[in-house]
């Protein structure tokens, strides 16, 4: 008896332990460097996953070089450059087992190259060609393209670009064929890295496993990424440029009428309001998921900013506002949520699911690390050279941890995962620890 009374205690513990605690940050040491090249490029690129840390930058010839990484040691792994060549390059984007390198584009209809190299040995995959404002959503085997050059949603194998699956967009009465997809997120994709917006960095950690598309028809169907197959429709749902924001097992839609709905992505059944403007003069400017089966709302009056507030509504709960003036956007931290500005000067405000302000108009750019830990940077990340002042947040606490400087880096090229920070400098590319080994 008492030794199945230690297994259950001990299941009990398991289940109950803080799956993001606090890291025990560490100010920044001497960090590792990466060559890059013979001469300073004129731009620089990284991406992690996991333990592996893409660096990329154009060379002379035009084509991309590519280095990956042990982003914890800075140990190279392999050196390769693209086939392809662009006058200018967009980035580089970490996949499950391989890294997308995306040519720039001049305009939304311009076509340019995605090129796919195996993350195991650098060799050649597969290439593309998309259009300029084409988008790009990464599964496990598949990723979704919205290609509108050919009105219609495809999906590539991962593993050789092959079309596994194409959908046609829908169309309104007019003959329109203009939408907006949507990833749905999981638990496990807003606990890991974000981007600046709250999207996640880390494929590998949640990947994208349905796709809500809304259309000009206004109706709204869940696709399932990896096969393509419609999953579900609703008719009258929402104007392709709604806010709408999908999580695990709901959709949430906020409309000019004031209504913030929830549909219950497993049913075809009527929404759920969750909330409703008290008058015409409030508006919702953004929207995100911040509970199970709850959404947060980031509302102003008569177009202030200054009149920000989160409204916080969850099925069968009610709803709660919580004031959070000046700011413009939200992040989801797993269960809390991160109301943030950059301009004119960048600011954020953590709530608890609560309500209770764990940073409250803190200076500076703040990004998430994973659920229970944030970066706080006192400046936003431009494309400059600059040396730049970070900090590590604990979302519990709200304690501040000054990290130090990254001495002459290129801020908008930093990428992070939960232990190393990659950046361009200017000349090379430097990895900083940033917690205790």
Request: proline fraction near 6%.
């Given at each position: 008896m008492a030794a199945l009374a230690g297994?259950?205690?001990?299941?009990?513990?398991?289940l109950t332990r803080d799956r993001h605690p606090e890291l025990d940050f560490e100010a920044f040491g001497?960090?590792?460097?990466v060559a890059a090249g013979g001469?300073?490029?004129?731009?620089?690129f990284t991406?992690?996953?996991?333990?592996?840390?893409?660096?990329?930058?154009?060379?002379?010839?035009?084509?991309l070089a590519v280095v990956a990484v042990?982003?914890?040691?800075?140990?190279?792994?392999?050196?390769?450059?693209?086939?392809?060549?662009?006058?200018?390059?967009a980035g580089v984007v970490a996949l499950p087992g391989a890294v997308a390198l995306l040519a720039d584009a001049a305009g939304s209809s311009t076509p340019r190259q995605l090129?796919?190299?195996?993350?195991?040995?650098?060799?050649?995959?597969?290439?593309?060609?998309v259009q300029g404002d084409d988008e790009m959503f990464v599964g496990r085997d598949v990723v979704a393209v919205t290609d509108h050059e050919r009105k219609r949603l495809v999906g590539l194998k991962l593993s050789n670009g092959d079309e596994k699956w194409s959908l046609p967009?829908?169309?309104?009465?007019?003959?329109s064929t203009r939408d907006s997809v949507h990833p749905v997120t999981t638990d496990p994709a807003v606990s890991g890295p974000g981007y600046g917006d709250g999207s996640p960095r880390d494929p590998e950690q949640g990947p994208i496993e349905q796709l809500v598309q809304v259309s000009a028809d206004k109706s709204v169907r869940l696709i399932d990424l990896d096969s393509g197959h419609e999953a579900r429709r609703w008719k009258a749902v929402a104007e392709p440029d709604d806010l709408v924001a999908a999580h695990e097992d709901r959709l949430y839609v906020a409309g000019d009428d004031g209504r913030l709905l929830a549909y219950d992505l497993g049913k075809q059944a009527q929404p759920s309001v969750l909330y409703t403007a008290e008058d015409d003069n409030?508006?919702?400017?953004?929207?995100?998921?911040?509970?199970e089966h709850r959404a947060c709302l980031l509302e102003v009056t008569n177009s202030d900013d200054k009149t920000a507030a989160v409204v916080a509504a969850r099925e069968g709960k009610g709803v709660k506002r919580w004031a959070a003036p000046g700011m413009t956007q939200l992040v989801p931290v797993g269960e809390r949520v991160l109301a943030r500005r950059i301009y004119p000067e960048p600011a954020a405000t953590l709530f608890a699911p609560d309500g209770t302000k764990v940073l409250d108009d803190e200076d500076g750019v703040a990004v998430r690390v994973d659920a229970g830990n944030l970066l706080l940077f006192a400046d936003p990340l431009g494309s400059g050279v600059d040396d730049r002042s970070v900090a590590g947040v604990g979302a519990g606490s709200g304690k501040v941890v000054p990290l130090g400087e990254l001495k002459d880096v290129r801020g908008d090229s930093c990428s992070w995962n939960t232990q190393v920070i990659v950046c361009g400098s200017e000349e090379d590319f430097v990895l900083h620890r940033f917690v205790r080994e």
């Open positions: 297994v259950a205690t001990a299941t009990v513990l398991y001497k960090p590792v460097r001469e300073r490029p004129v731009e620089m991406a992690v996953a996991g333990d592996r840390a893409y660096l990329a930058y154009p060379r002379e010839d035009d084509r042990d982003a914890g040691t800075g140990k190279e792994l392999w050196r390769k450059e693209s086939a392809t060549t662009a006058d200018q390059w090129e796919v190299l195996d993350g195991g040995h650098g060799g050649p995959r597969w290439r593309h060609t967009d829908l169309t309104d009465q007019y003959g409030r508006r919702a400017k953004a929207l995100a998921p911040c509970g």
